[in-house]
């Protein structure tokens, strides 16, 4: 795949071989392991010119006719891929058999074939999170707080979130059968949903009329999220006497960064975005559009957290550099690099980091952690710094109850004075 711009991925989340936990010290020393070890381990007899790929076949099929026990030769292919991955010590680079890819796709596109809803992990089952309330789901009765126990009749307790939410998903126009708990209700009902297309929201938006503040929550930047972020951001200047504006990307992962740019092109004409620095020393240098800049009459915050990375983080950075924004909450993640997804053949995936990723002026913000993988340094520095209050229950996008919001408000406010 050519360095495409619309193909670069930040933040939402691989190549191919071999690496099954043997060698280790190599790969703690930083270092593959070597063609001896592996072979020597299988007992393999191989030419010391062995190509990588003539060393990675012999032992493959040695596994597959000698090992203990029968081996599945694509499960051992995939476990082979996915250790290579982990070998490059990168969390950022991972291999996505086909259903992880087809659900990381499905969330960069934020359009799939589904019933318009979120789940979340249940004892019993997946606990509705979100209805889209113009979906078919919340049609045909589905809603917050409701439990999932079975799919089209087959029992779903202790099952995997995702699981159950690939049962969920289907082909447009097909239907689903859900059983679910309802409340209170001592018998659970079954409700019956045709999929449709769906498109995640990913931008919410709220008014705060006590301030006259908007408020806007962006999830990810995936591929209708700026067309999303005008239609809220219209529908909170519509009618309300608006004197300020925060966005809200704590826990956001990040995504595409033509998506960045074009939210970006709202704020600056034409300025430098990013610019990614690739293994040869070659430059790119990413930037906004012009003439889709408008005027905002009132101070903008952007709301961040340690969750906010990558795609996130530029959007916030480019703010702060040009004098847009100010940042609010705790210092970002730190994910300063570039990952192109390459799709192979069997429709698995290969998300691999290509690049680095340099803001205007705030220059490189990579993440650095100790030993441990706690947090050491990277990231950006809010301007004014707000810690989670851990003593109340927080309920987040409620400034009664979000002390991190209720800060972003009173900045907006100040900067009205």
């Known amino acids: 795949m050519s360095r495409a711009k619309n193909g670069f991925v930040f933040g939402l989340g691989l190549l191919s071989c071999f690496a099954l936990g043997f060698a280790w010290r190599d790969i703690q020393n930083g270092e593959l392991p070597s063609a001896r070890a592996v072979n020597g381990l299988l007992g393999v007899k191989t030419s010391p010119n062995s190509s990588p790929e003539q060393v990675f076949k012999v032992n493959y099929n040695r596994i597959l006719t000698d090992y203990v026990r029968p081996v599945k030769p694509l499960e051992l292919k995939y476990a082979g891929m996915e250790g290579l991955m982990a070998a490059l010590g990168d969390p950022h680079t991972m291999f996505l058999p086909p259903r992880a890819a087809q659900m990381f796709s499905d969330e960069t596109r934020a359009n799939f074939g589904g019933v318009g809803a979120k789940l979340q992990a249940d004892p019993l089952g997946a606990k509705v999170a979100t209805v889209f309330e113009d979906g078919p789901a919340f049609a ?55 999929r449709a297309r769906i498109v995640t929201p990913t931008v919410e938006g709220k008014f705060f009329p006590d301030s006259k503040v908007g408020y806007l929550t962006v999830s990810q930047f995936a591929e209708p999220t700026s067309l999303q972020f005008d239609r809220e951001l219209e529908k909170l200047e519509r009618g309300n006497d608006m004197k300020g504006l925060v966005i809200d990307v704590r826990g956001n992962p990040g995504g595409l960064l033509e998506t960045a740019k074009e939210m970006l092109s709202r704020f600056v004409d034409g300025k430098v975005v990013v610019k990614m620095r690739f293994r040869d020393g070659s430059e790119q240098v990413e930037r906004a559009s012009n003439g889709g800049a408008r005027q905002f009459d009132y101070p903008v915050v952007v709301l961040m957290d340690e969750n906010s990375a990558s795609a996130a983080e530029i959007f916030a950075g480019v703010l702060k550099d040009y004098g847009k924004a100010s940042l609010v909450g705790t210092h970002s993640y730190g994910k300063a690099s570039v990952q192109n997804v390459f799709p192979l053949l069997d429709h ?50 409620e400034p009664a109850t979000d002390n991190q919001l209720k800060k972003a408000i009173e900045v907006v406010r100040s900067k009205n004075r």
């Open 140 to 194: 045909a009765g589905l809603r917050k707080g409701n439990i999932i126990i079975a799919v089209d009749g087959k029992s779903v307790s202790g099952k995997d979130t995702d699981y159950i939410v690939s049962r969920v998903k289907g082909k447009e126009g097909t239907t689903v059968r859900l059983t679910v708990i309802q409340g209170q209700k001592e018998k659970p009902a079954i409700i019956t949903i045709k």
């Open 348 to 397: 698995s995936s290969a998300k691999i980091t290509i690049a680095k990723y340099y803001l205007p002026f705030a220059g490189y913000i990579g993440r650095k952690v100790d030993e441990d993988g706690v947090y050491i340094s990277g990231g950006l520095e809010p301007d004014v710094k707000v810690e989670v209050n851990t003593n109340t229950e927080q309920v987040f996008g």
